[in-house]
């Protein structure tokens, strides 16, 4: 009978677990409606892919991640226009 009612608890617990992660959005990644976000995570993509097919100099690759740290960071301040720019400088940058 113990084994009956902790079994039944531990599910109860759960369900209600998966049901409030669910209400409240835990899972999702943060900003994924975003479209700076969006926009940050296709250049960061970019930039890897072209680190896989033709590796850019030290030089280069440190001043793409820079440009990428400015771009987070203006996403982050909601600066659209600003990011948007700085990641078009970052396109530029890797030939895409």
């Known amino acids: 009978m113990l084994k009956r009612v902790v079994t039944a608890t531990a599910l109860t617990c759960l369900m209600f677990g998966a049901a409030f992660a669910a209400e409240e959005g835990v899972g999702a990644a943060p900003g994924a409606e975003d479209p700076c976000i969006q926009q940050l995570a296709a250049a960061e993509e970019?930039?890897?892919t072209r680190?896989?097919?033709a590796p850019?100099?030290?030089e280069e690759f440190a001043k793409v991640n820079e440009l990428l740290?400015?771009?987070d960071?203006?996403?982050t301040e909601g600066k659209l226009p600003e990011a948007t720019a700085t990641l078009t400088t970052v396109k530029g940058l890797i030939g895409r």
């Open 56 to 58: 850019l100099s030290d």
């Open 73 to 75: 960071a203006q996403c």
């Open 51 to 53: 680190q896989e097919s």
């Open 69 to 71: 740290d400015q771009a």
């Open 46 to 48: 970019a930039v890897a």
